[in-house]
């Protein structure tokens, strides 16, 4: 069956039709609802028809934050910026873009014991994306550890902004920030009809956090129709209906363990591209194709994709919302991606 892409809505097709067994795709949603501790719904999309819709207290069309399920879309307008020459490429310098990166004192960050010291000048967008920049993190070079945080990422996203002209430190609300980049290099091309906001966390430094400098978080607004709108440009490799939005040589290394980790991180870590989860190696879904990857965020946000199965499954939210451990996160992850899988015969 040949790929299609959504207009303003999508195409609906029976599991039948794109070779869905509808009985077997029947249990992967009962085991969905035994596993269910929260509302949740989900998508199920195959050769860009959109075949499956479940849910529990929740509407599909509901937009919620997906929070760091984000960062992958943030990823995307790196690879587009380096596209560009808005930037150099990935491994330029973070600090020649965003100077006020730096500027950042003990007592000034986060927390205390949180702030920009000089190893950080070194710090690469490569880095950033790939969570391994040690940002605001004494005795972390760039590079040598893998370390899951969001301050990175909103440097990430304030630097891209501000190379756009769309950010001032000094005034975070002056400017439309990143999720403007985001709505015109993204949205509008793939006819997603998201919002997006701002957020900080509570700091405990107080009012003397430089918190324009590395929060200012931007957040995606999003219903599970346009997460899977996402996941559908990400399983064609950033190529919507015959225009190449994101480079795909871009998403193709983003898709993939990032070289810091397989350098630096033993094994079981061997799971994170550039802003995506990744599973070339098998650590986050050991008996489902390794093609797969994806986003997840807090609050059981996800995105998975397979183009070698031609598959997009979002939840937004999963039903298990609660959970932040992952190992009791993962088990369920696979029972339910599992069926889904196994349900596709041809």
Known sequence: MDRVFPGRN?????????????EKLAKAERCLHELAGEPFCAVIVRNGYLVAEWDRGLKT?????????????YSCLLGIAVAERAIPGLDSRVVDFYPEMMAVRDGEGPKLGRYAFDANRDITFRQLIGNTSGYMKPGEKPGEKFHYQTFGMNVLTNALATVYGLYDSTDPSRL?????????KIGNEIGGTWTYTYRDFEYSTGKAAKRGIFGHGLQIVANAYDT???GHLWMNFGRWDGKQVVPRTYLEQATRTNPDVLRQEPEE?????????VNDFGKLWPDISRDFYGAWGG???????????DLVVTMNPGPWDAIRSESERLPRERAVLGRIVDAIEN
């Open 10 to 22: 999508w195409q609906r097709r029976t599991p039948d039709d794109v070779g869905i067994s509808s």
């Open 269 to 277: 870590n061997w799971k994170y591209g550039y802003g995506f989860w």
């Open 61 to 73: 069309s509901q937009a919620i934050p997906i929070t760091s399920a984000s960062k992958s879309a």
């Open 228 to 230: 899977a709108r996402l």
């Open 299 to 309: 609050g059981a946000k996800y995105v998975w994709v397979s183009p070698v199965l």
């Open 176 to 184: 439309k920030g990143c999720g403007d980049l985001l709505e015109s």
